[in-house]
């Protein structure tokens, strides 16, 4: 797998929040899950390829829910590798042994390599059970370089997502979770719509679904795909200025040439 170079903007969805940014030449993951379970959860979509953890210039931590901060992935990334996590969060990572972990907060602005960083908004519960005094405010990234890719983490709808109207190319929007029914600060398909039309990207793709789910009993829900395909059927309706690219877990999207194409 070469390293981009010229700019160009690629996004592979591994699964769950788990994506690989690639933009300006750096290599971005969002969320890291890379193994068979994280947590409770079991992993029900196809093994991650070891490519996609390669040459990570940065990972990008939403919140500490562990099906989104799963310690094993980021220790199989390496412990030197930067972190951008939420405020509250950076004492505890360090205490994990990670070594250079960045705490931000909505508005703060960083560069990693080409790409430029921002921490936005999102509504999502902060803290990690069974860590009850453990709690980080829940973060959404805008990844910017020729293109801006804008990656929700977990989040329900917001006012300030009207704010990146204009200003996104595409939005990684959670369509699920990991189970039959959604908790609050979510988005079902119907309320990511919603978000669409707020933010107004040019390509949105549905992440959270589809991946995990409880071990007992640790097979895929009759229809995974549901949550995905009526996402893109209300965005048809809807949304219909907003193209919408469902990917299935490891399949890579690089909307310069136009196609989705799945990981070797």
Do not use: C
């Amino acid at each position: 797998m070469d390293r981009q170079s010229d700019g160009a903007l690629a996004v592979t969805w591994v699964g769950h929040a788990t994506v690989l940014i690639e933009l300006a030449g750096t290599r971005i993951l969002t969320d890291p899950v890379l193994h068979g379970h994280a947590g409770p959860l079991r992993r029900i979509a196809s093994p991650v390829h070891p490519d996609v953890s390669e040459r990570i210039d940065a990972v990008l931590l939403s919140h500490l829910h562990a099906d989104h901060v799963d310690l094993r992935s980021l220790r199989s990334l390496g412990e030197e590798t930067p972190i951008l996590a939420p405020r509250g969060a950076g004492a505890w990572l360090t205490r994990q042994g990670f070594s250079n972990v960045q705490e931000v907060q909505s508005g703060d602005v960083t560069t990693v390599g080409e790409a430029r960083i921002t921490a936005t908004p999102a509504s999502h519960s902060p803290g990690r059970r069974p860590l009850g005094a453990l709690k980080a405010d829940p973060l959404g990234f805008i990844v910017e370089g020729v293109r801006s890719v804008y990656f929700a983490g977990d989040t329900d709808l917001f006012d300030g997502m009207a704010q990146l109207a204009g200003k996104i190319d595409l939005a990684l929007l959670p369509v699920w979770g990991w189970g039959p029914t959604l908790g609050p600060g979510h988005l079902d398909p119907r309320r990511a719509v919603t978000a669409a039309l707020r933010i107004a990207p040019q390509i949105a793709v549905p992440i959270h679904w589809g991946t995990l789910t409880l071990p007992r009993p640790a097979r895929p829900p009759r229809d995974p795909l549901r949550p995905a395909r009526e996402f893109a059927e209300l965005m048809a309706v809807g949304a219909p200025d907003v193209e919408v690219r469902v990917l299935m877990p490891g399949e890579r999207l690089a909307p310069e040439d136009g196609w989705a194409q799945r990981r070797a």
